[in-house]
């Protein structure tokens, strides 16, 4: 009934917003406390609980009439256009003239964190599971930083402006183009089945269309620009939504993530002189959004697999595997632009952070449950990416946040191990 919808959708933002306050509070990121709450109001936690079992009383209805169902429509287009408009903002932050200009940079940064960290995954993703898409899938989950929550703490810490937050963006920026194709691939094989061979056609369809949006982030800027010229506030929101949510449904109806879509139709306006107005208007839209996706996913996750002995062993194992490789990478990647050992340390220590674009592999795993991968196999990487996020989310940016301990035990470490290396004069 529409009241009853209307009245779960003022738990969840009441709810969101609730533990948005406790995380400001206590100056942790936002995004566990959002997967968290989902869990707890979501059918596998509210809707299990008997009150008037409890209660002793037949008023109060039993849970599964109260939790909110991660399936329900309005939540689940929310959470998609969450997906949407943070990969747009991310866009926004990049145009192919800065991505040229320091192409050789980020090159060799983004190789040495791909070889690493992918690799690593795709090892730890084999031996848990035994299976290519599964290991696949795992691997990107590992791989991929948080360009969400390391740009929000580079704000937060004023780092954005030193020279470690080059290093750190660049990296990111090779994730996001080769993650672009990777959730093409993955999408592909998830939801077509998992055969590599008889996903082919698939798989080019979908490079396709992403070679027309660099053609179109590269011939487009001049449209873009005369489609966001008004004196309108409304009409500048309105403009560019729908040509942002357009072009991204048109690509997942062409088995392209509406992710990557959103990703390169906001570099395509980050060449017009729109960019800040853009910014500072859809940002509120983003933050809502965004919240509501990471909401979905704590609503569609089962706690009870975090009981599981498999479960708990993958995420400590992929904890105390992936987050030296990260530092390490990091560290090199701070190396390959010539910083000292200090704020090398740093670039390091931000790249920890793990967020939205593992939890957007695990969201294709959940959907494509009983496609190209068994269901069982689904639920547990799920689970073990939403695991693995919240505990990294909350180590990363913890980490960034006392840097500067650690930097002061590291760094003589390092220099004396670098003083002990040089040719002696004799």
């Known amino acids: 009934m529409a009241e009853t919808a209307l009245i779960d959708v003022g738990i969840l933002f009441a709810a969101v917003a609730f533990v948005g306050i406790l995380a400001n509070r206590i100056d942790q990121s936002v995004i566990p406390f959002y997967i968290v709450i989902g869990m707890l109001l979501g ?5 299990r609980v008997d009150f008037p079992a409890i209660f002793g009383t037949d008023i109060v209805p039993h849970g599964s009439r109260l939790a909110l ?14 997906i949407v408009f943070l990969l747009f903002f991310l866009g926004l932050e990049f145009n192919l003239e800065r991505l040229l200009a320091a192409r050789d940079r980020i090159g060799k940064a983004g190789t040495v964190d791909l070889a690493i960290n992918f690799g690593v995954g795709m090892i730890l993703g084999w031996l848990l599971f035994g299976e290519f898409l599964a290991a696949f899938l795992v691997a990107g989950i590992v791989y991929i930083s948080s360009s969400a929550i390391i740009t929000k703490s580079l704000i937060d810490l004023g780092w954005i402006a030193n020279d470690e937050a080059n290093p750190m963006l660049g990296t990111l920026v090779y994730e996001d183009l080769f993650i672009a194709i990777y959730l093409v691939v ?14 082919v056609g698939d798989i080019g369809i979908a490079i396709g ?18 489609s966001l010229e008004t004196d309108s506030h409304e009409f500048l929101v309105l403009r560019a939504i729908g040509i942002v949510v357009l ?3 048109a690509a997942l109806a062409l088995g392209v993530s509406e992710a990557v879509a959103a990703f390169f139709v906001g570099m395509a306006f980050s060449s017009t002189d729109h960019v800040h107005d853009l910014e500072r208007l859809l940002e509120p839209i983003r933050d809502t959004f965004a919240a509501v996706f990471f909401f979905w996913i704590g609503l569609v996750t089962d706690p009870a697999l975090f009981v599981d002995a498999f479960v708990l062993a993958a995420i400590g194992a992929a904890i105390v595997l992936t987050t030296p490789t990260k530092l390490v990478s990091g560290y090199i990647g701070g190396r390959v632009y010539d910083l000292d050992e200090r704020r090398s340390i740093r670039v390091g220590l931000g790249m920890v952070t793990r967020g939205e674009f593992s939890l957007i592999i695990a969201s294709i795993a959940i959907t494509g449950a009983g496609l190209g991968i068994a269901t069982d196999t ?5 689970a073990f990416a939403v695991g693995y996020v ?3 989310s909350i180590l990363g940016t913890t980490l960034m946040q006392y840097s500067s301990a650690i930097e ?6 390092l220099e004396s191990r670098s003083a002990s290396q040089q040719p002696s004069d004799d």
């Open 209 to 226: 269309f992403i070679l027309l949006l660099l053609l179109l982030v590269h011939f487009g800027t001049a449209f873009f620009q005369r």
């Open 43 to 47: 059918t596998y936690v509210l809707g």
């Open 247 to 249: 072009i991204a449904g």
């Open 69 to 82: 169902d991660g399936h329900a429509e309005f939540i689940h287009i929310s959470a998609e256009l969450g």
């Open 378 to 382: 689904a639920n547990t990487i799920n």
């Open 408 to 413: 002061s035990v590291l760094v003589p470490r």
């Open 390 to 392: 919240l505990f990294m």
């Open 186 to 199: 993955a999408s592909v094989l998830v939801l077509g089945g998992g055969d590599l061979s008889e996903a």
